[in-house]
């Protein structure tokens, strides 16, 4: 009986083997796809961040094959440099840098909100093929632009920044 389990697993091990090993390359994947990420949550309902005054938001685009990329924010936003911690009471503005404009190409960006207000980012993204942004929010798909001949996805968010709640 032990000569059976031993030849049964010989034979598995020896099926594995030659199974498992394939010495043929493997092209990765060559899909384009549109995809952004943010370091807080968006309120479904509204379709809004919501940020504490003096806080920070970073923001990702991880989209895959994109030609081109910009960010777009509106006034009063500023970017901070470096990689701060953006969690809740880090003094951020040692970190703000006037010198970048209100549109970078950047993947990553963060975010400073000094003053209440609603302010928007812009993210817009090129690609060779059509792409669709699948989100919680739903579906965005990329358009043909016909003078470029590109396929252009283009979102805003907006950030509504308040006052910090108070405990009582």
Request: hydrophobic letters at 35%.
């Amino acid at each position: 009986m032990k000569h059976i389990y031993t030849f049964i697993l010989a034979a598995l091990f020896i099926t594995i083997g030659l199974t498992s090993c394939d010495n043929k390359w493997k092209e990765p994947s060559s899909f384009s796809s549109a995809m952004w990420y943010a370091s807080t949550t968006i309120n479904k309902t509204t379709k809004v961040y919501t940020a504490d005054i003096n806080s920070g938001i970073i923001f990702w685009d991880i989209s895959k094959k994109c030609l081109a990329h910009t960010w777009t924010v509106s006034d009063g936003v500023k970017f901070l440099k470096g990689n701060p911690n953006v969690d809740e009471g880090t003094d951020l503005t040692p970190y703000v840098d006037d010198s970048i404009p209100s549109v970078t190409t950047d993947k990553q960006i963060t975010l400073f909100f000094p003053t209440v207000g609603d302010y928007t980012v812009t993210i817009h993204d090129e690609f060779a093929e059509p792409v669709t942004y699948k989100s919680s929010l739903g579906d965005i798909d990329a358009v043909l632009d016909d003078t470029t001949g590109r396929f252009v996805i283009e979102y805003t968010y907006t950030v509504h920044v308040t006052l910090p709640e108070v405990d009582e």
